[in-house]
């Protein structure tokens, strides 16, 4: 399992004391001593990986088979001998403009804290490494760990929030530019756009409820007061979830103004073909009268008859292209 295990290590008060590969032998001697707690660390594992840690730190089938399968929503579950906490962590591409997103397994139970990766958008060494320099959060154990995580997951979501918020900026000054911009090209980009806002709200809407439930006393392993902790990180979120919902309000009112402006474009051209095939249709309504070849036609034996007729035409058209133009069909 080395290449599974990215970390294993006792924090004892709140420090680091060593890492180790015998998880076993470490939980049993972090459990031992009352300050101490593991912290194991791992990415992707196979069932088989995760037959031996699951046996050794008693998690449940039913926690273990969701972290095993992953594509779970977040969700908070209460064990007997452990929480388990999904999380989805967010990541935001600025050079293809989308949203990636992966999967966070977080199980804590008595002395001991064992993450689950499934994905590259993890913020786990991060946040390891900075709590290794703060022992005095460390040092309220497993529980600090878990806040950590999901905090440091939340401020990714309020600035993958803001970056969102500056690409929609900059469609909607597109789509409401002068010349309207490519329709096509604007309208996929919307859509695309779209999908992405909602692949960020499959992320953000459900973890409100196991926030909210980690406020509120009764769940193991989360002391009274470690619960503020966890309110912080629900007004956080709270904040990104608020911004998600404006993200999509602001897409549907610009794909509606989009689609609005395309159908007065379709009308002022309609408008056009029409005024132009009005213009068309009156000399050739006139040539085809003369053109019928009768004997008795008026005007046909006059000399001046033809001059007549064309100077009709021209005098016809030039009223009606007056009349369109002035009515803003041309």
Known sequence: ?????????????GRRTERTADFATALAAARADGDSFLWLGLHEPTQQEFDLVSSEFGLHPLAVEDALKAHQRPKLEVYEDSLFVVLKPVG????????TTSELMVFVGDSFVVTVRHGEASPLTAVRQRLEHQPEILRHGPTAVLYAVSDAVVDDYIEVAGELQLDLEELEAEVFSSNGGDTKNIAARIYAFK??????????GPLLEPMVRLQNPGVPFVPSHARPFFRDVGDHLTRANDSVEGLDRLLSDILAAHLAQVGVRQNDDMRKISAWAALAAVPTLIAGIYGMNFTDM????WPLGYPVVLLVM????????RLFKRRGWL
């Open 1 to 13: 399992m080395p290449g599974v295990i990215k970390d294993c290590a006792i924090y004892r008060e």
């Open 92 to 99: 935001y591409d600025a050079g293809t403009d989308t949203v």
């Open 195 to 204: 999908r992405e806002v909602l692949e960020f709200r499959r992320a953000t």
């Open 298 to 301: 008026p005007e046909l034996k």
């Open 314 to 321: 021209a005098g016809i058209e030039f009223a009606l292209y």
